[in-house]
């Protein structure tokens, strides 16, 4: 996902047999990498408007039938943890995530996880709202928000109806993300979505016992990063685990227990990295502050992972805009 501008970006183009390649440009500049595929042979239609605050970003989707794959081969540490929280509008969908299938009607919420493959199928012209926000923005209301990825939001009607109409009054007055309270705007998003999540957490049925253990383990060592032994053997032993087993609950789920731990780690320097509180610490220090202790090792390893060295991302990051605005049409747009 590339890095979003203030500046706001507005682009048309006619309908045609290449409107779907177009659509999956646009795509690509506001969320995560996703494989695109058509369901039927026909010329595409679509709209997409975004904009965004430090810790949220909206998005107004609307177009013709298509396929959404967010697949493993496309996850990557440096994507992020990032969930997302859609309104149905119009149009019929289905998600698929961990197993679950969930047929979306008009007036539907639900959440599904970027750092976990999922699938959405449009079947019929469409129209959606979508909230998407880092997974540690709700961490202190719903620590296991990611739980509930795939299924419908309605434990609490009252409340899901407060989000719902905060989604639609923001997307009413997008551009007031771009002025000087949207990041004041984002923050009450995100404690309303935050309640939400909690809410459903409490009333959800139990989940499986591969998926609470394997939850319980990231979140142990979320909250170990800092510490330069954290390793396979001290996470099996607090979780009293063989370290066999340990391996083999991350494998199933297709990573390995270094690799998700070194993407944390990098994520967090990365996130500290462009922290305008942070600017007095050298880049040394913040890798050390996440268990990088080989100064050498992290700038290399970021390098690979972010496509520049943490001093040239910091340098970049210092003059990007808080706030970003986006707008794209494949016309004819729909009203819904």
């Not at 203030?6 to 390649?21: C, H, N, P, Q, V």
């Amino acid at each position: 996902m590339s890095e979003l501008h203030r500046t706001k970006y507005e682009e048309s183009f006619s309908i045609s047999k290449e409107g779907l390649e177009k659509w999956k440009a646009c795509v690509a500049k506001v969320f995560p990498p996703l494989r695109i595929a058509p369901t039927e042979r026909a010329p595409f239609a679509g709209s997409l408007r975004a904009a965004g605050a430090v810790g949220l970003h909206m998005s107004r989707i609307s177009s013709s039938p298509h396929i959404v794959e967010r697949r493993q081969s496309l996850i990557s540490g440096s994507d992020g943890h990032y969930l997302k929280l859609s309104l149905h509008l119009q149009g019929q969908s289905m998600l698929v995530q961990d197993g679950r299938e969930l047929l979306l009607q008009p007036g539907d919420v639900t959440l599904y996880d970027t750092s976990r493959p999922y699938t959405l199928v449009q079947s019929e012209d469409y129209t959606m709202l979508v909230a998407m926000f880092p997974r540690e923005a709700v961490r202190a209301l719903a620590p296991d928000a990611p739980e509930l990825a795939g299924l419908k939001l309605e434990a609490d009607s009252g409340l899901t109806s407060i989000v719902s109409d905060y989604l639609h009054t923001l997307d009413k007055n997008l551009l007031s993300l771009n002025g000087p309270a949207g990041q004041r705007l984002a923050r009450a998003g995100l404690d309303l979505i935050g309640s939400l999540l909690a809410t459903e957490l409490d009333q959800a049925p139990a989940a499986e016992p591969h998926a609470l253990t394997l939850r319980k383990i990231q979140n142990h060592i979320e909250q170990n990063l800092a510490d330069p032994e954290l390793s396979p053997t001290s996470i099996a032993a607090a979780h009293y685990i063989s370290v066999r087993h340990l391996h083999d609950l991350f494998r199933q789920d297709g990573r390995t227990v270094a690799a998700w731990v070194r993407s944390q780690r990098l994520e967090r320097c990365r996130q500290d990295l462009r922290d305008p509180l942070l600017m007095d610490r050298n880049v040394a220090g913040i890798a050390a502050r996440w268990g990088f202790l080989d100064a050498g090792h992290f700038s290399r390893l970021f390098r690979t992972t972010f496509g520049e060295t943490p001093s040239n991302y910091r340098k970049s990051a210092s003059h990007t805009p808080e706030f970003s605005v986006h707008a794209y049409h494949i016309h004819p747009a729909r009203n819904p």
